[in-house]
């Protein structure tokens, strides 16, 4: 399978088109927050007069309990919650597929211990122990938060380099690389690698909707992102108790995240079969009429 | 006679079998099961036999890309399974290897300029401006276009990614390369091809080869001298012609009698053998070949003893208890190079 035809099919598929511009839409408004949003996020507007009011010309979704602007805290939430999603799955892929291709490619005991451990972290209940993790830690900043998402999130994108691995490994090619005289090392990095990673691609593509969700719970919980940073969870959270007559603290932020989550998991899947597709279609094309 | 480019003495690799949780070594397949040969300089040692004879094994096992049992290789005077790491690898320049799947053997990330390039990198051979040069060269000499160098390797066909193979392993400038059947995933018309470059460059840089195969008529065009393998045992061993015109072991006369007769009208009687070839896991005792020989002299002594592989004419090895000599005991009607049918004189 080459680049170019997996490009080619990804771009005639309708499903990427819609959540490349969907998901471009969110990232500029992260980008350009300062610029498009009508109001400081964090600033009380007026405590009397403007707290919890419903959408209105002057404020599109509505202000929360703390008089502040709710598309302002929406804007700014995106970059908190795309910085914390695309950071966590960046480290967890990076790892875990480091560690995955590792195990498969050395093998033997190394394999062993390696995976063992992968097996021990999934028996773990994720959220449990994250909620465990920050209770004790107490107060955590953002950046703590990320790494620690990304800490529970290698497992998965692990498991499927490994596998790849394991079938690459004994390619022609990579025995030619050793039959050359190559470093271990090197045949890892140059032959190995760039021939495992479509699984972790599109594993950390699917992912990056779930670190959303998560970070979403964590920070309803009131364990995620703290007060007065926005995030799109911890909006939600500020209008929790209100439910029923703040309905636009939860609609909106609600809605940004089904959206992006959505968008997430429809490039996810396209690039899923547009790379297994091209597998499947370069072992036909190319076959050799003997044989 | 001076000492060979590359001695193999009772080459053994067997393959632990794992069961149960704990990977208990409940048994070994006897791939390879103790295999001797020397190659000399510039010369064609053709490997044959079925497919999971344990031929390819060997191959791989000589070059230690799979760490052989046990056993001996000695390689220009250099002990090969004794080498450390970095004595190893430099020995590879010399010991290169072509591939039988022309899709499986090139990096479908890399050009092919960049598959061609690396031996120059790892042994430091050329850089910059001269790699590129050399790149072009070699690209040359296996009959492709040097501006193809930066193309990738699913714009090419099965021949011309053959022949990129056979250019990686020239980089190295190697003087022995075992080709593991490299042209049986190819078309008749292609193999011809190939068959014909691997031999300009054995001529043009004194390359020696060990050249694993199935095809019987590739193996009488390219080898000189012919050794046949059967579940993971050398059972026969002599130079091409004699091997063609007179086998002497009853497993080679069978597997000659099946090649396919190149004019129409020749009729050949085959050798049918019976039974599949036995587990490597669970080889028969004595001669391994015994339960499907059809040798009229065949006692219960095949079963019993192991047949030494013995010069039984010069130059010709075989191992068989009991046919010594070439005189055959099946019609020499039936076999290849037979005398043409009356339908046709």
Known sequence: MDGASVRRRLVRDTRVRIALVVLAVIALSAILAPHIAPYDPKQQLDITHLNGQPPSLAHPFGTDPFSRDVLSRLIFGTRVSLAIALSAVAIAMTFGTLFGAIAGYVGGTVDAVLMRIVDAAFSIPTLLLLIVVIALWGDIGIVSLTLLIASIGWFTVSRLVRAETLVVRNADYVVAARALGMPGWRVLVRHVLPNVVAPAIIASTLAVGNVILLEAGLSFLGIGVRPPTPSWGSIIQDGSERVSDLWWLTVFPGLAILITVFACNALGDALRDALDSGQLLSSFDDAPLSS | ?345
Request: charged share 20%; aromatic share 6%; with cysteine.
């Open chain 2, 1 to 345: 006679m001076s000492t060979p480019l590359l001695s193999v003495r009772d080459l053994v690799k067997h393959f632990p079998i794992k069961s149960g949780i704990f990977g208990k070594v409940s048994g070994q397949v006897r791939a390879v099961d103790g295999i001797s040969f020397d190659v000399n300089a510039a010369e064609t040692l053709a490997l044959v036999g079925e497919s999971g004879c344990g031929k390819s094994t060997a191959g791989r096992a000589i070059l230690r890309l799979i760490e052989p049992t046990s056993g001996s290789v000695s390689f220009d005077g250099h002990d090969v399974l004794t080498l450390g790491r970095e004595e190893l690898r430099r020995l590879r320049r010399k010991m290169q290897i072509i591939f039988q799947d022309p899709f499986s053997s090139l990096n479908p990330r890399m050009s092919i300029g960049a598959i061609v390039r690396e031996g120059l990198t790892i042994h430091k051979l050329a850089e910059g401006a001269a790699a590129d040069t050399r790149v072009r060269q070699l690209l040359d000499e296996v009959g492709l276009r040097p501006e193809y160098a930066s193309r990738y390797p699913h714009e090419f066909s099965g021949g011309q990614r053959q022949r990129v193979g056979i250019a990686r392993a020239l980089s190295v400038e190697p003087s022995f390369i075992v080709c593991d059947e490299p042209v049986s995933a190819l078309d008749v018309s292609v193999q011809a091809q190939v068959v014909n470059l691997l031999q300009d460059l054995q001529r043009d840089r004194g390359l020696a080869y060990l050249f694993i195969a199935h095809d019987l008529s590739v193996v009488e065009h390219i080898a000189d001298r012919v050794a046949v393998m059967y579940l993971g045992h050398i059972v026969e061993l002599a130079p091409v012609d004699m091997l063609f015109d007179m086998p002497i072991m009853p497993y080679t006369q069978a597997l000659l009698s099946a090649v396919p007769a190149p004019e129409p009208g020749v009729k050949r009687e085959r050798i049918l053998l019976t039974g599949d070839v036995p587990s490597p896991a669970n080889p028969p005792s004595g001669c391994v070949f015994h339960p499907r020989c059809q040798h009229p002299a065949k006692d219960e002594e095949c079963a019993r003893v192991v047949p030494p592989l013995e010069e039984k004419t010069p130059g010709h090895w075989a191992a068989c208890i009991k046919q010594n000599a070439p005189d055959f005991f099946i019609p020499r009607s039936a076999l290849h190079r037979s005398v043409p049918s009356p339908v046709n004189s």
